[in-house]
């Protein structure tokens, strides 16, 4: 009998299944580059610094339309600590920088925990919508 045989045994069938999800939201826990998407405009972000730290960020967003780079779109930055129920007391800078990139400066994340951070846009009659939960050490 291999010794894996022995430990399912002691633990049984629920510790098992209890194992298997602890080890499933580790692992999806640290998954900070999955993107949540919504509307027309394709939205997405790198971090700077990456992994975000306790204190300011900057984002760099690109706000894509059928593949194609936007310009000019309304784009809004909110954060969230939904375990407090609270955001930054910070409002992050938003600035066109061209070819359907925005920077967002003054991303301020105050302590450390979960954080979620969602960036809004509008062009046009088009809307768009992503989140990303990121936990900051």
């Known amino acids: 009998m291999r010794w894996t045989d022995v430990s399912l045994q002691r633990i049984g069938s629920a510790g098992a299944i209890a194992l298997l999800f602890v080890m499933l939201s580790t692992v ?48 809004e930055v909110a954060t969230e600590m939904p375990a407090h129920g609270h955001g930054s007391s910070e409002t992050p800078i938003i600035a066109e920088k061209g070819n359907g990139t925005y920077e967002a400066t003054n991303v301020v994340l105050q302590m450390p925990g979960t954080w979620r951070i969602e960036v809004d846009a509008t062009w046009k009659d088009k809307t768009g ?8 050490p």
Not at 42 to 53: D, G, R, T
Not at 129 to 136: E, K, L, M, Q, T
């Open 28 to 75: 999806v826990g640290c998954t900070e580059d999955q993107d949540k998407t919504s509307g027309e405009l394709a939205i997405s972000w790198v971090m700077s610094p990456n992994p975000p730290i306790v204190g300011a960020n900057t984002m760099t967003i690109t706000v894509t339309y059928q593949g194609n780079p936007i310009t000019g779109a309304s784009v």
């Open 129 to 136: 919508s992503a989140f990303h939960v990121y936990d900051i």
